[in-house]
């Protein structure tokens, strides 16, 4: 089962992710899509449900093409995935936006850190919520 299903269209941002999820302190296995139907696709296609779901899904609204508001409306209408957790990671700030992803169905919002080394206290605080205190109900 993979962990944490991060999607995100900036290279930059993607390398970032996956070298502080290296660093750490325990093993988190994750996945990183670069669009919005490459993430519908993993979350919602047949082939992919046979396996389970990642336990949670982080996600940036900015995507070229299907946005991530739009993964989050497709996910919540999905029985499969109506309650995975799916945080926003995103560089707005707007109240506009953060009252969009929130009206979508997401269930944290967390604005993206300036810096390398607040970035990865960022995540740490993500994982160390969803992965080990959240209790979930989709156990698919």
């Known amino acids: ?3 944490v ?3 995100e269209d900036n290279p930059n941002d993607a390398d ?3 070298r502080l ?8 296995t994750y996945t ?9 696709d993993y979350l919602t296609n047949s082939e992919q449900q046979k396996n389970a779901l990642p336990k949670v899904v982080l996600l940036d609204l900015d995507l070229g093409g299907v946005s991530g508001f739009e993964v ?5 209408a999905s029985d499969r ?3 995975l957790p799916i945080v926003a990671f995103s560089t ?6 953060i009252q969009q992803a929130y009206d979508a169905g997401i269930n944290a919002y967390v604005v993206k850190p300036g810096s390398y080394q607040a970035t990865g206290v960022a995540l740490t605080k993500v994982c160390d919520f969803w992965l080990e205190n959240n209790t979930r109900i989709d156990n698919k």
């Open 1 to 3: 089962m993979v962990d």
């Open 5 to 7: 299903l991060y999607v």
């Open 16 to 18: 970032i992710f996956s």
């Open 21 to 28: 999820m290296r660093k750490l302190d325990r093993p988190v």
């Open 32 to 40: 990183i899509l670069s669009t919005g139907p490459e993430a519908l």
């Open 72 to 76: 989050i409306a497709k996910a919540r």
């Open 81 to 83: 995935t109506r309650y």
């Open 92 to 97: 707005s700030d707007s109240p506009r936006d």
